[in-house]
Every structure is written in structure tokens, then in C-alpha cells.
């Protein structure tokens, strides 16, 4: 092996330590940020000794200009798609781009193995085996994505069910397993991969229909782990150490999530996986026990409420992310506090449109992270708030989860029924991506006040500051 061979491994070992490091960052939203920077730096030195790789190429120079073209196109495009995105998507809108992100890496990574199956069509049986996985992994998460992003986009969002789905989801599994167990027993089958991979895109199709809108957190999460499989699978296929470690780590965490976001929902991953997950929120159903008076409240109660409280803990949701109202709700906590309110938010595993969603939310408007708790700490403290002040959180604060038969039974949400006062910021009384009514909002301890979270929280700050000063 040449130096030059060497420095280029050294340099793909150097990112790939990196996405290591990157990760473990991530772990706190403290130090997340500064995971994202280095994770980031991580793949430039990859994406460099890549192009130093193909610079120093050996086959003519026709072939290397060639090579640039496609390089630097690819480059100059994902790069200013990125900064694009960054910049111009909103916050509410970020499930919908991490899901196309996961149909992009999936099928990014089932072309790698086509390519390199045209290019040498008897593979190893260990390459022949990772090939296989990475088309079939990757065609799964390609479609399987961009069907859930539509679904996050309001369209198809309630579970589209075909008669027989699970019978048509068994045979295609068992031909696309049987074909690719052609592939890798060794004769050249390019036809046959190729309908290994029709049938994987129509799995990816029949597998998330049926799935609502409200599960598509979880499904983000399991189709997150696909794409970093599949990625695992094309770093074994080139024989690249950086794109294996790379994908495992993506794999790896992207299941460990999807087995706590299914076990915050109270459901299995095999229900998801087998495209059974999700169906309950097909049907509008009322809940038992709801139906009664609703309580309103105007602003300057709300505020007297809040401004004489001793402990106050803010429920955000989606219809917070939805009015990007995170920095009137940071300041309606600063104003509590300095009338020596104790405040805190409850964070559920699922609010909002995707894993971690209201953390993220929040910290972008400089929340103290120690404000911010999760639903076993926080479900305890409840009982102790004076006030709860629910700021566009529904199907995660219904009490009908403690009941059998209705779309949201069994799962896991937050005691607010259980504050002395509880306060809800909502638009209108329609439900939640369950699709049940809320009896929390009939409880005779609930206030609703109806506004927009943005609007409806700074008349809120404005009369508490009334009340402070």
C-alpha cells in the first residue's frame, strides 16, 4: 500500500471518528450543536479525501475530467439544495425534509449497488449478500419515504387500507426474498436484481399506506434506520470503511429511537414494520366522557391565573411549532418567573411532528435545557402545579388513553389532568391526528382560550406584565 493509499484511509478513519464523537454529542441538547459541527467537519475531510482520491486517479484524463463533472455537479447541486433548505424551511416543515432526506440516502445507496453489480456481476458471496440488502433496504426506504413526507404534507395522511394488504405484503416479501437469494447464489441475473427491486419500491408503497398521520414520528424513525442500513450496506459493496461506519451509526441510533418512540406510543416495531401500525386513527371517533360544557376564558383571567401562581408547567405541541410562537412562550416564562413563578415545560416523546421535535423547538429560542422535561419526570409534578398551561398540545394530554377502545388507548400522555387549573391555547375544538375529541378539554378544571398560540401568548405576556408591574 502507498502512502498516499494510506493518508487517504487515515483521512476516511479521521471523518468517520468524527460522526462517532458527533453523535455522542448529540445525546445532550446542551451539546448538540456542537455535535452537529463536528459531524459536519467529519464529512468534509470524507467528501475531501474522496476528491483527492479521484484526483490522483490513474485512468486518463478523459476518464478524470469526466469523474469531476460528476462530482462537482453532484457537489455544487446537494450542497446548494442543502444551504437552500436550511435556510428556507420552516421549523414545522423540518418531518417532511428529513423524510425526503431518507428517500435520497435510500435510494442513493441502492444505486451504488446496482452500478457496482453492472460493473462486476459475479460478486463474492458476502458482497453478492450486501448488494441484495442494500437494493432491497434501500428501494424500501426510497418509496416508503416519500409516501410518508406526502402523508406529513396533508395528503393521504388518514390509513389507506387495501383488501388483502397483509396477504400481497407476505407473497411480495417471499419473492423478493427468493429472488434475491438467486442473486446471491451466483450466475449474472441483472434481470432479476432489477425485479428485486421493483418489488422492494412496491413493499416501501404497500408498507406505510396504511399508516396515519399522527404515527408518522415512528415511522420517520424506523425509516431513518433503513437508510442508515442501507448506507451500511453500500460501504460493504465498495469496500469503503467510512460509509459502513457511517450507516451503522445512522442504523443503529435510528432504531434505538424507533424502539423508544414505539414504546412511547405503547405499541410494537413489529406491528410497524408489518404495516399494521397506525390504523386507529382512521375513524373519528368520540371519545366516551366528552361532550360537555366547555369552559372560555379571557386573556386577563388567563394571565391572573398564571401571574399568582406558585408552580406553572407549559405543555407545547404542534400548534406551537405550527405558529412558530417558541419566543413569546420563552417570554411569558420570563415574565412568570420574575414574579417568582416556578416554571417548567413537559416535553412528551411524541408532541409535535417528529422525534424530539419540541426540544429543538424550544432550545431555538434559548430555553434553559434544564427547564425542559420529559414525561416520566415531569408526569409526577402535576399534581403539585397550580396551573397547566397547554399551548397546542392535543392527542398527548387526552385522557382517554387510560381507556380501552378509541385510537389513542394504551398510549403513554401527560397527567395534565391532573394540575389544579389547566389552561388550554387552541384554535378551534377540533381533534388532534387521532382523530378522537379531547375529553381534557371538557374537564371542569379546563379553561379554553381560543387563539392563535403566537397571538394568543403575547396578549398573554403583555396582560401578565400588566399584572407583574
Not at 437469494?181 to 427491486?197: E, S, T
Not at 429511537?257 to 406491528?271: G, I
Not at 395534565?416 to 371542569?444: F, Q, W
Amino acid at each position: 500500500m502507498s502512502h498516499w493509499e494510506t493518508g487517504i484511509r487515515f483521512a476516511s478513519l479521521f471523518g468517520a471518528v468524527c460522526f462517532v464523537i458527533g453523535l455522542h454529542l448529540m445525546n445532550s441538547p446542551a451539546s448538540a450543536r456542537r455535535g452537529n459541527q463536528v459531524s459536519a467537519f467529519g464529512m468534509v475531510v470524507a467528501v475531501a479525501a474522496v476528491l483527492a482520491n479521484v484526483a490522483h486517479g490513474s485512468d486518463g484524463a478523459d476518464m478524470n475530467v469526466k469523474r469531476w463533472i460528476v462530482l462537482l455537479a453532484g457537489v455544487g447541486v446537494g450542497s446548494g439544495y442543502g444551504l437552500y433548505t436550511a435556510r428556507t424551511v420552516h421549523m414545522t416543515s423540518m418531518p417532511q425534509l428529513v423524510s425526503l432526506f431518507n428517500a435520497v440516502g435510500g435510494g442513493a445507496a441502492a444505486l451504488i449497488a446496482i452500478a457496482e453489480y453492472d460493473i462486476y456481476p459475479h460478486p463474492s458471496g458476502g458482497t453478492a449478500t450486501a448488494t441484495v440488502l442494500d437494493v432491497v433496504i434501500g428501494g424500501i426506504t426510497f418509496t416508503g419515504s416519500l409516501l410518508a413526507a406526502l402523508k406529513l404534507q396533508g395528503h393521504l395522511s388518514h390509513p389507506v387500507t387495501i383488501p388483502g394488504a397483509r396477504l400481497i405484503s407476505g407473497v411480495l416479501a417471499a419473492l423478493t426474498a427468493a429472488g434475491g437469494g438467486w442473486v446471491i447464489a451466483g450466475a449474472d441475473r441483472k434481470l432479476v436484481l432489477l425485479a428485486v427491486i421493483l418489488l422492494a419500491l412496491v413493499l416501501g408503497v404497500i408498507t406505510v399506506l396504511p399508516i396515519g398521520g399522527a404515527d408518522m414520528p415512528v415511522v420517520i424513525s424506523l425509516l431513518n434506520a433503513f437508510t442508515g442500513t442501507a448506507v451500511a450496506m453500500a460501504g460493504f459493496v465498495l469496500s469503503n470503511a467510512t460509509l459502513t461506519i457511517a450507516g451503522a451509526l445512522v442504523g443503529a441510533s435510528g432504531s434505538i429511537l424507533t424502539k423508544l418512540m414505539a414504546d412511547a406510543m405503547n405499541r410494537s416495531v413489529l406491528s410497524i414494520i408489518a404495516g399494521g401500525f397506525g390504523v386507529g386513527d382512521g375513524a373519528a371517533v368520540a371519545a366516551a366522557g366528552s361532550g360537555g360544557p366547555v369552559k372560555a376564558i379571557a386573556v386577563d383571567d388567563a394571565a391572573l391565573q398564571l401571574a399568582y401562581a406558585s408552580k406553572v408547567i407549559i405543555v407545547p405541541g404542534y400548534g406551537l411549532a405550527a405558529a412558530q410562537a417558541q419566543y413569546e412562550c420563552r417570554e411569558l416564562a420570563e415574565v412568570l418567573e420574575s414574579h417568582g413563578v416556578d416554571v417548567s415545560y413537559a416535553i412528551h416523546p411524541v408532541a409535535g411532528r417528529m422525534p424530539g421535535h419540541m426540544n429543538v423547538l424550544l432550545a431555538e429560542a434559548n430555553v434553559p435545557y434544564d427547564q425542559l422535561k420529559e414525561m416520566d419526570e415531569v408526569n409526577s409534578e402535576f399534581e403539585r402545579t397550580d396551573v397547566a398551561l397547554v399551548v397546542g398540545a392535543n392527542d398527548v394530554t387526552n385522557p382517554a388513553a387510560r381507556r380501552p377502545g378509541n385510537a389513542v388507548s394504551g398510549m403513554p400522555i401527560l397527567n395534565v389532568d391532573h394540575a389544579k387549573s389547566i389552561i388550554v391555547i387552541k384554535r378551534s375544538m377540533a381533534s388532534g391526528y387521532a382523530g378522537i375529541d379531547n375529553e381534557l378539554y371538557t374537564d371542569p378544571k379546563t379553561s379554553m382560550f381560543f387563539a392563535d398560540a403566537k397571538k394568543g401568548l403575547a396578549a398573554l405576556v403583555a396582560a401578565a406584565k400588566t399584572l407583574v408591574a
